[in-house]
């Protein structure tokens, strides 16, 4: 008889916040990179030399290249792995709007079948630690980092939030067919230069597709949710218009 094998316990506590910590720290870093324009389109990125470029494990690196080609940013290299890829402008624009077509229904159906106002506290509180993040422009890149990981990880979860709220699993299942085109997921954002004045925005319009949906206003709760998810194209346009790092991965003819 085979000798049974040990379970490995789960990992909690202080571990298992550090390695969601890099995990995350991993994935955004990738992504800043990319957009960045730090990889040249069609190279291939391998785990090793990007672990040790980020200073973490290859398990952070693996997950981050793994969401980061669902998301559409990564191609599947022939023979594993995965290369960098480039997108064509009509196809963002397109996904971003069809993500704002999808959250407005979502932020619609929710207003439709909510219960109790208590349902609505998973949005408030992710709403109210957006709020509570500093508003100032960084000083330094250490702290745009830090930054950019925190409200990224709140954004993706407020707009998760409003979805579970719609009671649709045909909506989730369309929104998470759009992850794979780039710069259309909350996650994808592009912070411009004027933080305080998208964070003042963003937080108006959350704070706005709550309100409406605890008073079962549907258009409202449509329209608002609609032109929330629109940032992502705004976002987008000042990338390019600014010639970032990174606008070379998209084509525009």
């Keep these: ?25 991993a994935l955004l870093a990738l992504r800043e990179m990319l957009l960045r324009g730090d990889f040249r389109p069609g190279e291939r990125l391998s785990e090793l030399p990007l672990a040790a470029r980020l200073g973490v494990s290859r398990t952070p690196v693996r997950l ?6 669902i998301e559409g940013m990564l191609d599947p290299a022939a023979g594993g792995g995965f290369s960098v890829r480039t997108y064509a402008l ?14 407005g229904t979502a932020a619609r159906l929710a207003a439709e079948r909510l219960n109790h106002p208590r349902e609505l506290d998973v949005l408030r509180t992710y709403k109210d630690q957006i709020a ?52 259309s997921t909350p996650s994808a954002t592009i912070i411009p230069e004027g933080l305080s ?3 003042d925005l963003a937080l108006e319009q959350h704070e706005a597709i709550v309100e409406a ?5 549907v258009a409202r709760a449509e329209a608002v949710a609609r032109e929330h998810a629109r940032l992502g194209r705004k976002n987008l346009e000042i990338a390019l218009q ?8 998209v084509k525009i003819a």
Excluded at 9 to 24: C, E, F, I, T, Y
Excluded at 140 to 168: G, I, M, P
């Design 132 to 183: 509570a993040l500093p508003q100032q422009p960084p000083k330094t890149a250490e702290f745009q980092f830090e930054f950019l990981v925190r409200y990224s990880d709140l954004n993706d979860k407020f707009h998760a939030a409003l979805v579970d709220l719609a009671r649709s699993t045909m909506l989730q299942w369309t929104l998470s067919r759009l992850q794979s085109v780039p710069f």
């Design 64 to 69: 981050a290249l793994e969401r980061l080609a």
């Design 1 to 25: 008889m085979k000798a049974r094998q040990k379970r490995r316990p789960a990992v909690s506590g202080p571990d298992a916040s550090m390695l969601k910590s890099q995990n995350a720290r």
């Design 90 to 103: 009509l196809e963002i624009w397109d996904a971003i709007e069809l993500r704002s077509v999808l959250e």
């Design 242 to 249: 600014k010639a970032m790092p990174g606008a070379s991965l």
């Design 197 to 199: 004045t998208y964070l």
């Design 213 to 217: 949906i605890e008073r079962h206003d």
